[in-house]
């Protein structure tokens, strides 16, 4: 008589295989929204689903911590103390000096780890399969200071940009062309450029682990 196949545990809906891939996918709001569309949840359900999370963000942290040691000169840096200042906050003279240095170590760390790669792939070294879901793993951990760095630099910008038209009272376009020779501008767009490459780096590591199971 065969074995009766186990049914699933399902978290609000979906299997925890489910809510495992799109936690480590960095799809969160995506399943969220699967999640609304698909039915009503209840109290339970969503205590069901946090402790899971907890779980999983648990794990991450401890794969990171590991992935760290294999790269020398890494750091792991806490996003949930140290916040950039807003720029009201900064007109009132607050220092950003504190967020700076947070987010400029993880915009080192993102910088020379690319850099390393494109250098390693024009030299046409061997990458080791594990290389990209490690990296990818660990470009996760700095992911939400960045993304808080873009907000702020882009705020920063737009508030050097309404500067501009007020003190020379010339239009938003020449604004913009006058705005473009400043460092506001340069640190916005950079930063900017940085998150792409991040993302493109994302699509290929994708790319990678499913060249990985065919083969």
């Given amino acids: 008589m065969p074995k009766e196949k186990k049914e699933e545990e399902l978290i609000c809906g979906f299997t925890k295989e489910h809510v495992r891939k799109k936690f480590f996918n960095r799809e969160v709001g995506q ?15 969503v205590q069901e689903l946090i402790s899971f999370m907890s779980d ?10 590991k992935i760290m040691k294999a790269f020398p000169g890494a750091k792991i840096i806490d996003d949930s103390e140290i916040k950039p200042p807003s720029v009201d906050e900064l007109m009132t003279g607050v220092s950003d000096d504190e967020w700076r ?12 780890t690319l850099d390393n790669l494109r250098q390693a792939i024009a030299e046409k070294n061997k990458i080791p399969d594990s290389y990209w879901l490690d990296t990818a793993i660990t470009f996760l951990s700095y992911q939400d200071i960045l993304e808080k760095d873009r ?6 910008y737009y508030a050097r940009l309404t500067n501009i038209i007020d003190e020379h009272g010339c239009s938003r376009l020449e604004a913009e062309n006058r705005s473009k020779l400043t460092k506001e501008y340069s640190d916005y767009k950079y930063i900017s450029f ?4 991040m993302d493109k780096f994302d699509m290929l590591m994708k790319r990678k682990d499913n060249d990985t199971k065919f083969h």
């Fill in 31 to 45: 399943l969220l929204t699967e999640i609304q569309s698909k039915q009503k949840v209840d109290e339970k359900e």
């Fill in 56 to 65: 999983l963000q648990d794990e991450d942290k401890t794969m990171v911590e």
């Fill in 101 to 112: 240095k947070k987010a400029d170590l993880s915009i080192e760390f993102i910088t020379k």
């Fill in 151 to 156: 907000v702020y630099k882009t705020q920063k």
């Fill in 194 to 197: 940085l998150i792409e490459r």
